[in-house]
């Protein structure tokens, strides 16, 4: 799955999976690193590979993003473009066309976001320019937020991967372990409620992760910052003095999808590193 910043991929992973397993803010470059999610079907199973947003650039954070792109360009079967039909054509959608074309791999094109279309007429021309830009296997309009067209995915994906095995079990759901995608909600929680005070370099990092009993687990989530000064904002939004907080339910529910028990949690959130000395640590439950 590749295309621009807040394409909707990682909505569109969500979706299809039935879990969330990314991070969803409005934050350009959200999503850091691949992330794979696993349909499993009777017809077959699909290991969708969601990327980083596609961008120029221009720091090292962004380079690591990039290389992340052209190796999972490399490595898979089917190719997704998610563009934002929302929106104009700008150099940004021919920059990652490009890199489509330069994959030479078999492609579906997912005209995304076509809930914000008043007149879906409008969708006619940017349907033929892209069909004269490159031999797609398909072209399908969507709309992950609002689920139309989302199953039709799968179903053309399943149309146009090759043969082969399963390369993962049926209950899974995802490559990403469980401290993963807890530090990932945690993350994507801080991103919503900061606003813009917080830029999207926020990392977050599960330190413990302790199943106290079956009906109980103590998780503890670091939250690196890039400055000093952004330390109180972080502390504001995990005690909620902001109208909603970083707490136990943010957690109990990503739990509650690998765990048969009814997960009640406890989720301790540390406003704990600044980039890019690591130094001064600080609690904030």
């Avoid at 909707?8 to 850091?32: C, E, F, M, Y």
């Avoid at 997704?80 to 959608?93: E, F």
């Avoid at 957690?251 to 001064?280: E, H, K, M, Q």
Wanted: hydrophobic share 40%.
């Amino acid at each position: 799955m590749i295309g621009r910043p807040n394409a909707g991929k990682s909505t569109l992973l969500n979706r299809l999976v039935g879990q969330k397993i990314a991070a969803v803010s409005d934050k350009p470059q959200t999503t850091r690193f691949r992330i794979q999610g696993v349909i499993t079907k009777p017809e077959g199973q699909v290991v969708l590979v969601d990327t980083p947003g596609v961008h120029q650039p221009g720091y090292e954070l962004n380079r690591r993003m990039m290389v992340a792109v052209q190796d999972a360009l490399l490595g898979v079967d089917l190719v997704c473009l998610i563009r934002d039909a929302s929106v104009s054509t700008g150099n940004g959608d021919r920059f990652v066309l490009d890199l489509v074309k330069r994959s030479e791999k078999p492609a579906l094109l997912l005209l995304n976001k076509i809930d914000k279309l008043e007149d879906k007429a409008a969708l006619l021309p940017l349907i033929d320019w892209y069909r004269h830009e490159y031999e797609w296997r398909e072209i399908i309009p969507i709309s992950a937020l609002k689920e139309e067209m989302t199953d039709e995915v799968i179903d053309a994906s399943l149309r146009h991967l090759p043969e082969g095995e399963p390369i993962f079990s049926e209950d899974e759901l995802t490559d990403q372990s469980l401290r993963v995608l807890v530090a990932e909600i945690v993350r994507e929680k801080v991103l919503r409620q900061s606003g813009a005070e917080i830029p999207y370099v926020t990392a977050v990092v599960t330190e413990r992760f302790e199943e106290v009993r079956e009906d109980f687990t103590r998780i503890h989530c670091v939250i690196v910052v890039e400055r000093t000064s952004q330390k109180k904002i972080v502390s504001i939004v995990c005690s909620g003095s902001r109208g909603s907080s970083v707490d136990a339910s943010t957690v109990s529910r990503l739990a509650g999808a690998f765990f048969r028990a009814t997960a009640s949690s406890a989720a301790s959130i540390s406003t704990a590193y600044t980039l890019p000395a690591c130094r001064a640590k600080r609690r904030a439950k």
